[in-house]
């Protein structure tokens, strides 16, 4: 995958960049497909907003602190410290499997991020938002939170980690005054309808709030993996106080010497955080409350995706029923699993996986509908026009020209797809591009206008389905680049997606969007299948990760 243009220096007009985060993910095990679902996601939706002209950061990283964390490095035998750094490690390698740019990757273990949990704390400690209690209740480990008793399972499991009993739970702790912020927070949500997406998810946080909002408590006497609390360094930071603040942390260069102030100046708001349902509440709830005590201002949005199942369970690494994706991306490359998971899961639902959808999709979409189209498309072009672009107007096609109408509006349809964060949607009405593509050329025949020695109309079909190949291939390029760098390539466009610009290179989004890009006489190279068919194993083959 072609590398998207890296961010010298972050321009001072907001209106320019565009800061994306993903969850910061648990280490206590090497990561899953679920963990690269949101990666992809947030992936595909930089590279979009790239291609569009903003300065774009992507932030991932690693949630290294906690009880779960040090309970899995104790039960290895290995240090914390060493047991996170080969997990982060591997998180990194995946991204790079799968062609995933972060702008930048935090792992909150890293020195400066504990100067900001303290400079931060300093803060909500001085609007008397913190003071100590007695906290009681049941604890799910995995989900490193509370549970009312109500939420547990009949065998004191949460919902989630069905195989983990809540454990008990009575000492004293700091606690954070949530409940002080129960007007604000119904104001936000009635002020911001888009705060939190799709709908669905808001009316879940908004009932939640309306149940009334508890303090909650933000400190752990029996936790020693974590940051120890600035007013009373015999209690750890609650592993989610200090994660979510690692999305402040991401700001600073890791060399530079941190302060809250600073990484704040460096672009805070975030435009969007992405997440999976499960964990709404802490960002939806608990980290606008966190900054409003602190006086930050709020990330403009958040998007919350489902989960992707397995067998209608939540696959994840405490349940060990995840496919590992390492093995995914090394048996069908990273273009084809970004695809599967962004086009076939609607983006905000659950979805399930099973391989046998998995080969058939890539097959139909990529394979027959996008690469036989240009494969066939391309061979016409040798053989009926001298192996280069025909020279068309294109301002002289109708406008109601079956592709063409399709084309023109489609720019805009994808972007509000993407906008929307439906990546699912920006695929489908690229598809419909390609799909009328090959419908056209069957009704059109240029083989038979060919013989009929019509060769302006041969031309025109051959120009109008080339374009429309190379439009869906600009569109899909932050989905699948390495195809549609192939693609461009063999439209005579040389190395286009480049290094160091991808697929900015050939000019704005406006401009390259526009109907009738393809340069005439452009020579077309030999067609070459871009994606070849999948085999459908006889039995799944895909490796289960085993529970750490
Ligand atoms: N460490 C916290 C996040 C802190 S953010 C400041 C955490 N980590 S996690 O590794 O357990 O989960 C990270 C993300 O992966 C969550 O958004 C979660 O929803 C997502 N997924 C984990 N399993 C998943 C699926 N099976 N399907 C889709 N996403 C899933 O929570």
Redesign the pocket.
Known sequence: MQARPKIQSMSNHASHRFTLTT????VNAIP?I??A??TMAADALARFKCLQGYEVRLITGT?EHGQKIQRTAQLKGIPPQEYCDTIAASFAALWEQLGIQADRFIRTTEAGHQKIVADFFQRVWEQDDIYLDRQQGWYCVACEEFKEERELLESGACPIHTNLKAEWRDEQNYFFRLSRYQAQLEQLYRERPSFVQPPSRRNEVMSFIEQGLKDFSISRVNVDWGIPLPCDPSHTIYV?FD??L??VTALLDPEAPPSLEKAIALGWPANLHL?????LR?HGIYWPAMLLSAGLPLPERLFV?????KDGQ???KSLGN?LDPFDLVNRYGADAVRYYFLKEIEFGRDGDFSEHRFVTVLNADLANDLGNLLNRTLGMAHKYCGGQVPTLDPNQVDPTHPLKAIALSLPERVTAAYDACRIDLACNAILSLIRASNKYIDDSAPWSLFKQGQQSAVEEVIFSVLESVRLAAYLLSPIIGNLSAAIYQQLGFGNHGSETTGFREGGSFAQQTQWGQLPAHQSLSKPQPIFTRLELPSQPSIQILESP
């Open positions: 969850p910061l993910y648990y899953h679920g963990s679902y949101t949630d989610w994660a979510l690692g999305y997440l999976g349902k499960d964990i802490f995706h489902g989960f992707l199942t939540k696959m994840g995840t």
